[in-house]
């Protein structure tokens, strides 16, 4: 079996690659080439955090003595996700662009490309697990053993096919048996901390970095009240998201938190925490992971935010590729852009776009 392996230049991935070598398959490492300095702001003339991963991942390859390819996708990256995240942000949408590099870049694009190159599968760090089901047939995304870095979250817009064709070798481990392993084969990123933040987006500022695609700085506007009322004026929508409390720059004597970003009139609606807490509402562009939906309203648990716990709902689709969630509890800054996933119990039933 042949086995095309992602490797980002981090700890995970090298363990991943070790881990299926291990177990007898002939090996491919290779990296994705997904920005040009300049999409992230950085000088042409600068080393910035990109080429120390590659080297990394060339590193490891070679000790594992498997054969090494960077794959140069920045064009696709660019234009399935750096534009749409652009894009998300000047109509006031907070979107998640994990979640669309690994729809359109892991689990497509480079999945085409091992099979270009005969591979059975794509193998990636990511922090979750793949199950058939031995009475469907179908293949299930489950969540990790290690719950403190489970990541099925971002992975719920797989197809059966794309189950059929990945692993997650490091599904079944915690991250301290991670580092253990890399330590243990003198692996040079076995210390190398986790990077925290997008990759395009090397030093958090987002607002820099659209402003940069677009090539023109994000017009400022009111800050206004829940009857509509302005309290002040923002700096550009680009610079906030549902929730936001710190660095809106305005002081009206008591917490604010943004509740509302509008586009159309270029506001943002501030008002007191109470005002964040939704019990329903509507995903679109859904994808279950059983490739139907079901017939009818499910009981299931659902989250919102990446590190947000579980919480209990009914789920319901709809004709049109929609689907209703309705909450027991109110849910807290439920944010348009982000994406709602389902869960009965450690499986994930399927996700979609918060509209």
């Not at 090996?27 to 702001?41: P, R, S, V």
């Not at 652009?86 to 109509?91: A, K, L, M, Q, R």
């Not at 199950?131 to 990790?144: I, P, R, V």
Request: charged share 25%; hydrophobic share 35%.
């Amino acid at each position: 079996m042949k086995a095309l392996i992602a490797m980002s230049g981090g700890v995970d991935s090298s363990v991943a690659a070790k881990l299926i070598k291990d177990r007898g398959f002939d090996c491919i490492g290779c990296t994705m080439k997904l920005y040009h300095n300049e999409d992230a702001g950085i000088p042409r003339s600068h080393t910035c955090c990109s080429l120390e991963d590659v080297l990394d991942a060339e590193r490891v390859a070679y000790q594992l003595g498997i054969p090494y390819y960077v794959f140069n996708f920045s064009y696709d990256f660019k234009k399935k996700v750096i534009d749409k995240f652009v894009d998300c942000y000047i109509h006031g949408i907070t979107p998640n662009p994990c979640i669309d590099c690994n729809r359109y870049m892991k689990f497509d694009k480079l999945l085409q490309r091992g099979q270009l190159l005969g591979c059975d599968y794509v193998v990636t760090g990511h922090y979750a697990r793949i199950e058939k089901d031995s009475e469907t047939g179908l293949f299930l995304l489950k969540k990790a053993v290690d719950e403190t870095k489970d990541q099925s979250y971002v992975l719920y817009d797989m197809t059966q096919e794309q189950l059929r064709h990945t692993l997650f070798p490091l599904g079944c481990l915690h991250k301290s048996e991670t580092r253990k392993i890399a330590e243990e084969c003198g692996f040079v990123n076995a210390e190398k901390p986790d990077s925290q933040d997008i990759c395009f987006v090397p030093d958090g500022d987002y607002a820099s970095v659209i402003e940069l695609h677009t090539g023109r700085k994000s017009q400022p506007g009111d800050f206004i009240d829940e009857k509509g009322n302005v309290l002040g004026r923002h700096k550009g929508i680009i610079h906030y998201t549902i929730g936001q409390r710190k660095g809106l720059g305005i002081a009206l004597g008591e917490p604010v938190y943004v509740c509302r970003i509008s586009a159309e009139d270029n506001t943002v609606t501030l008002g007191k925490e109470s005002s964040l807490y939704s019990r329903r509402l509507v995903a679109g562009n859904f994808n279950w992971i059983s490739g139907k939906a079901p017939a009818e309203k499910i009981r299931c648990k659902a989250k919102t935010r990446y590190r947000q716990k579980e919480q209990w709902a009914y789920a319901e689709p709809s004709d049109e590729g929609k689907v209703r969630i309705t909450f027991d509890e109110p849910q807290r800054a439920i944010t348009p852009g982000q994406s709602a996933v389902l869960y009965d119990g450690d499986i994930v039933l399927g996700g979609g776009t918060i509209l």
